[in-house]
């Protein structure tokens, strides 16, 4: 069953005895959204989100829960098409550096008005070489843009930390796999022997 043909006011009953509409234990995860018993925890039924298509779909046949969402799924349509146009794709796209320990800094610029996007701003010895839209949680952004640097730079990278001020965006609720330490030692062994 898809998102939008499922009746959340519907009650359902769990084998635990408890019995009443589904919606008051939704979980939303990254992947999937879940209805979980309130009582006993329970999984009672598991969705993929549904795609923009699905959503422009439904809302154009008269679907409530489609209308309802329509606004906020064109939202993040546009916004992850400025996202994506945004993203460096390629180590052409990078300023050649001088010196053999290269340190960038993944740092981070709040929206400077409240509809605006955020920025994840690339800096050597404190110039700006790249900005891009920040997304949130986006640690995987930042191992692809770690291996286009490495692509750039080779061996003479020796670090790239994230700023403390991009820390809170860049992780999110999402703090058990954390790629920029694992990196940051990898690539302190570039750092050449004194
Ligand atoms: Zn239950």
Redesign the pocket.
């Known amino acids: 069953m898809s998102w939008y043909e499922f009746d959340e006011n519907e009650p359902v009953e769990?084998?635990?005895?408890?019995k009443g509409p589904p919606s008051v234990g939704i979980e939303i995860y990254k992947h999937c959204f879940a209805y979980e018993?309130p009582?006993?925890?329970?999984t009672l039924a598991v969705f993929s989100p549904p795609t923009i298509e699905e959503t422009k779909k439904k809302a154009a046949e008269g679907n409530e829960k489609a209308k309802a969402e329509l606004a906020s799924a064109l939202q993040r349509e546009s916004f992850m098409d400025r996202a994506t146009a945004s993203e460096l794709t390629s180590a052409e796209q990078l300023p050649d550096l001088e010196g053999d320990e290269i340190v960038i800094e993944w740092d981070f610029e709040d929206r400077e008005d409240p509809n605006g996007d955020n920025w994840t701003v690339l800096r050597h010895e404190s110039r700006e070489i790249w900005r891009e839209i920040a997304y949130y949680e986006g640690l995987e952004r930042y191992s692809d843009v770690a291996t286009i640097l490495i692509e750039k730079y080779g061996d003479r990278l020796v670090g790239f930390p994230a700023t403390p001020a991009s820390r809170l965006y860049l992780y999110g609720d999402d703090i058990r796999n954390d790629p920029v330490r694992p990196l940051n030692e990898r690539l302190a062994r570039n750092r050449k022997e004194r």
């Open positions: 769990c084998r635990c005895g408890w018993c009582e006993c925890g329970r």
